[in-house]
C-alpha cells in the first residue's frame, strides 16, 4: 500500500429516477437521495486509492458524516470530488463535495480502512 494525502477522485452522474429518494425509499420526492449521495462519495474514495493499493488490499468504510444541503431534481447533474485528507497506518480519512452546476449540494468527510480481502471475506462470512 502506497497511500499518500492528496490523491483525489471525481464522479459525475445526472440525476435519474433509480437515484431519487422516491425510488429508494428514503423519501417521498423525486430528487437525489441522501443514500445515493453517500454511494458516490463512497464510489469516489475507492477510485481515488485503487491504483495504489497492493494486490489483494481493499478498502472497507468504518465512518460517515455527511451535510446534504441543497435539493438536485431529475435531470440535475452532479459531482462528487474527494481528496484523500490523512493516512494513519491503515485508517485513511476524506474530505467529500458535492456540487451542481450552481451550488454545493453536500460535503462531509469518510473514513475507510484498508484490510486484506480474503481475511476480510472470512471474518464476514463466519
Request: hydrophobic content about 45%; proline content about 4%; charged content about 25%.
Amino acid at each position: 500500500m502506497t497511500l499518500v494525502p492528496g490523491l483525489r477522485a471525481q464522479l459525475l452522474i445526472m440525476v435519474e429516477m433509480e437515484d431519487t429518494a422516491k425510488k429508494l425509499g428514503s423519501g417521498d420526492v423525486p430528487v437525489l437521495a441522501t443514500p445515493r449521495l453517500l454511494a458516490l462519495a463512497e464510489a469516489a474514495t475507492l477510485r481515488a486509492i485503487e491504483r495504489h493499493l497492493a494486490p489483494g488490499e481493499t478498502s472497507v468504510g468504518t465512518r460517515v458524516e455527511l451535510e446534504h444541503t441543497a435539493a438536485s431534481p431529475l435531470g440535475t447533474h452532479v459531482q462528487v470530488g474527494v481528496e484523500l485528507t490523512e493516512v494513519d497506518g491503515r485508517r485513511l480519512v476524506f474530505a467529500f463535495e458535492a456540487h451542481d452546476r450552481r451550488t454545493v449540494v453536500g460535503k462531509g468527510t469518510m473514513e475507510r480502512v484498508v484490510v486484506d480481502r480474503a481475511r476480510f471475506m472470512a471474518r464476514a462470512t463466519r
